[in-house]
């Protein structure tokens, strides 16, 4: 009765350990499936360094589900690859403009007399004050998009959070392995232990 009772519960727990049927294996993110390595994440997102870590895997795999998310990403991805062209002039006239007063300022220190070089320099200060003033809104629109730029950044990692939270959630509710498998591998465990010390004790 014993032996019968053992050989079931071994039935029950390997039908219960069965393989994911096909359907189950395409309701689990790729990236937590048996066999798989991260690496092997493929996808329009898959090139962003996703590579190595499971948050971005999985957050690339729910971006393949979420038209409208994905459609936002890349317009956030599209305005930072643009925004250095839409704003190189900008750039290029404020780099030469402090290059001219950084080798200015060192000309006018060449000066031997002490009132000349006095004159230039207050009169390159003055200069470069102008400027400042002139470019202080243009400067202070810069400051503003990059304290923005750097917050979207926060918020595209709260999203990834928020979102490969949820999966791993449902993955834990819905894939944990049956834990009478784990129970009975400490059965036979215990068995050969006993057994041993039974031999030892001979």
Request: with cysteine.
């Amino acid at each position: 009765m014993h032996r019968n009772g053992a050989v079931f519960m071994a039935v029950a727990i390997a039908g219960c350990s069965a393989p994911m049927s096909e359907r189950a294996q395409q309701e689990v993110p790729a990236a937590l499936q048996e066999g798989h390595i991260v690496q092997d994440i493929k996808g329009s997102f898959s090139g962003r360094g996703y590579a190595d870590d499971l948050v971005e895997a999985l957050f690339a795999e729910a971006l393949e589900r979420d038209t409208a998310l994905r459609t936002l990403i890349r317009d956030v991805d599209r305005q930072h690859r643009t925004h250095a062209d839409s704003v190189e002039a900008h750039q290029r006239f404020e780099d030469n403009n402090r290059a001219y007063y950084e080798a200015a300022l060192a000309h006018a220190d060449r000066l031997s007399d002490s009132l000349e070089r006095d004159e230039q320099r207050s009169r390159l200060r003055q200069s470069e004050a102008r400027y400042a003033a002139a470019v202080a809104d243009a400067r202070e629109s810069g400051r503003r998009y990059d304290a923005i730029r750097a917050r979207t950044a926060e918020l595209m990692e709260l999203i990834k959070l928020q979102r490969t939270l949820e999966i791993m959630e449902r993955y834990q509710r819905t894939e944990r392995p049956d834990d009478r498998v784990l129970e009975a591998e400490l059965n036979r465990i215990k068995a050969l232990e006993q057994r041993l010390r039974a031999a030892a004790q001979e």
